[in-house]
């Protein structure tokens, strides 16, 4: 009887045995799905870096074009404030000359006003180009946020069934 009872008990092991491996089997099943979560998690991340460290490249080159337009104000600017010198000689020249001269003048200083307002409008332009960068690279960032809080969910159920694994 002694022999019936130990068989018994090997025989209750061994079922035991078997359904904790399966319990491991489907833990471990599960632990792979959320690995390989957490991997495509991982690469829209790196996917989203990507695309912010673009967004900032076109970011830089749109404050390079609008530091080269002001540089370009800065230089008509200066061409202005010459020829209002040349028209305060022209005006104390005698009359002809004076009329000559402000028939030049009066050419450059359209050609001046249709630089101004080119560059008016590249100045437009470029703000549009920098709002819709920045608009891009929140987007971007807000993205990226969600996918941390996502990888970090799924660290924490990893750490928890690697816990409940552990205890048992």
Do not use: C, P
């Not at 929140?138 to 159920?157: H, M, P």
Request: glycine share 4%.
């Amino acid at each position: 009887m002694d022999i019936e009872h130990t068989m018994q008990f090997i025989l209750e092991q061994q079922a035991k045995f078997s359904a904790d491996i399966d319990v491991l089997k489907e833990a471990v099943s599960r632990q792979g799905e959320n690995i390989n979560r957490l991997n495509v998690a991982i690469d829209e991340v790196i996917q989203s870096q990507k695309k912010m460290n673009e967004y900032l490249g076109q970011l830089t080159e749109v404050v390079a074009s609008l530091a080269d337009s002001v540089s370009t104000v800065e230089a008509h600017e200066q061409t202005t404030s010459e020829s209002l010198i040349k028209l305060t000689e022209v005006i104390t020249g005698n009359e002809r000359t004076t009329s000559r001269n402000l028939t030049q003048l009066t050419e450059m200083v359209g050609g001046l006003a249709d630089s101004v307002s080119d560059l008016k409008a590249q100045a437009e332009s470029d703000r549009a180009e920098i709002r819709d960068a920045i608009g891009k690279l929140v987007s971007s960032e807000e993205e990226t946020r969600r996918f941390a809080i996502e990888i970090a969910q799924l660290v924490k159920q990893h750490e928890a069934r690697i816990s409940e694994l552990e205890n048992k």
